[in-house]
């Protein structure tokens, strides 16, 4: 236990009595994020400016506190988790869009702002925010910025970081600083903005947020069409970007996942022995637009799709959006717990990857659900585990050595877009080698001597 009664009252003398918890039932709804797994922390705060958060850095790093930056809590890597305790610092009080430049095209927006609103404010002034982490309806632009969030968009129009101008962050020692610029570019010292991008709060407090818009499409187009398999599918997706089209999106859903959104497709006419789906987004002037539906629905037909529906209007594309958004909550119909990975691989490797899964699942016995970004290669793995049963679990570690050796064979990536946090510091190693994460380590204790900030994630052992 970090705190006594002496620290408490200092930090409910900045954030104000009730703007702190420390009850065991309010610190429950602190302690886990969406890999369920849940631990408790001793104190969360809420502040509502950089100069609170400053002034509790401060009072930690003289005690050694842990300090836990907290947005919605939906990251998968354990990013969140107080697995030593300390403070959560609870950022949803700071959700304010703090001014839209049209003419500069740039928002500064408050880290504990919800992605979507982010999103629907700009389009009200024909502008566009691209980052769409499936989870934008509830994911805070701080979590995506820390995570460095990708999303269905990022094979057209780019990840998070490619949208981050600059920052205002807090350190772990209290120092109020800016990184990066508000202009479209600049390159004074070194890019420490976009290096915070995906640090998962292991380096201070992200507070503000200069952000990159650009301008909204005239026109979006959805496409969603089924394939008797993956093969089919996944050729449909060569043959799509062989015809230079970029889709602004290009997910694909697999057999087992197609089985647990069945009820959230009732807007599409998908057949019987439907082996796969591809959901596909084309967006840009109205008569580009036109023309590529027509090529993509001609080229799904040539690959052997069943069925294609097609959507142009708001509300027609959200139903078809409604059974994608709806997959990582529905896999819980196969087992009440997952491991959820997000590798990447080369786009071309995709077919390949899958063979791969496949033969991990016969070879571990571990239900394999898949489902992803096909145009950026990454594959989001479901290994479907009940984490209370000891059997599958032995056999999950090696599951998972063997699917991260065959993806880094292939030139991938053990993470595309969710991070490392707790769940695969294990693994960090084998992907960036022994050098780069001890350069890793003393760049993390440069920004925090004392080693507060979100400690135990991303090293492996724990820094
Ligand atoms: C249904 C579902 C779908 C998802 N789809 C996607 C997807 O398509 N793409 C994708 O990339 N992710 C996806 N995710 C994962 C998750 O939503 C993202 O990682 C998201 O960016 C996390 O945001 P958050 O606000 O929930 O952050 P949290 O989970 O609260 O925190 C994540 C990490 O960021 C740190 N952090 C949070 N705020 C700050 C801050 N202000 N300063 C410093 N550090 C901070 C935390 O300490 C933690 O390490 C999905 C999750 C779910 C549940």
């Known amino acids: ?9 200092e930090i409910q003398d900045i954030c104000g009595v009730n703007n702190v918890l420390m009850d065991r039932e309010d610190l429950l709804c602190y302690s886990y994020d969406a890999t369920g797994q849940k631990m408790l922390p001793d ?20 005690h050694k506190v842990p300090v836990v930056p907290r947005g919605a809590g939906s990251g998968f890597v354990g990013g969140t988790i107080p ?33 979507e609103k982010l999103q629907q404010e700009v389009e009200k002034k024909g502008l566009f925010y691209p980052p769409d982490p499936a989870s934008m309806k509830f994911s805070t632009i701080g979590g995506n910025i820390a995570t460095g969030a990708g999303g269905p968009r990022a094979f057209k129009y780019g990840v998070t970081k490619d949208y981050v101008l600059g920052l205002e962050v807090v350190l772990p020692t209290g120092e109020i600083m800016k990184m990066g610029v508000r202009t479209a570019k600049g390159v004074v010292g070194y890019d420490l903005a976009r290096f915070l991008v995906g640090s998962e709060g292991t380096l201070g407090v992200v507070t503000k947020i200069n952000l990159k818009l650009i301008p909204k499409p005239e026109m979006t187009a959805t496409l969603l069409s089924s394939f008797p398999n993956m093969d089919q599918a996944a050729q449909c997706v060569t043959s799509v970007i062989k015809a230079k089209i970029i889709p602004a999106t290009l997910e694909y859903i697999d057999r087992r996942a197609i089985e647990c959104i069945k009820p959230y497709l009732v807007d599409a006419a998908i057949p019987e022995n439907t082996g796969a789906i591809l959901l596909m987004e084309v967006d840009g002037p109205k008569d580009t637009v036109g023309k590529e539906v027509r090529k993509i629905e001609s080229l799904c037909r040539e ?20 059974a994608r958004r709806a997959i990582s909550p529905s896999l819980r119909k196969i087992s009440p717990t997952k491991i959820n990975e997000d590798i990447t691989v080369p786009r071309t490797k995709i077919p390949k990857t899958i063979q791969m899964l496949d033969r991990v699942e016969k070879k571990y016995s571990i239900p394999i659900v898949n489902f992803g970004h096909a145009g950026d290669g990454n594959v989001h793995v479901n290994l479907m585990v009940d984490q209370s049963d000891s059997d599958i679990m032995k056999r999950l570690d ?51 001597p004392n080693n507060i900030m979100n400690p135990g994630k991303i090293f492996w052992p724990n820094v």
């Not at 690959?303 to 409604?322: C, D, I, P, Q, V």
């Open 1 to 9: 236990m970090f705190i006594d009664k002496s620290r408490l009252k």
């Open 43 to 62: 104190l969360v705060a809420f502040p509502e400016s950089a100069s609170q958060i400053s002034q509790i850095l401060k009072i930690a790093n003289t």
């Open 83 to 115: 697995v030593k305790g300390g403070i959560v610092l609870a950022l949803s009080r700071m959700n304010k869009i703090l001014e839209i430049d049209e003419d500069n095209m740039l928002a500064v927006v408050e880290p504990g702002l919800v992605n």
């Open 303 to 322: 690959n052997g799709a069943m069925e294609t529906s097609t959507a142009f209007e708001k509300e027609e594309r959200e139903k078809l959006w409604t």
């Open 398 to 448: 090696p599951a998972l050595e063997e699917i991260f050796e065959e993806v880094l064979e292939m030139g991938g990536t053990i993470s595309g877009e969710h991070g490392i946090g707790l769940a695969k510091s294990r693994y960090i190693e084998k992907e960036i080698g022994e050098t780069s994460l001890e350069l890793q380590k003393r760049v993390k204790l440069a920004f925090d």
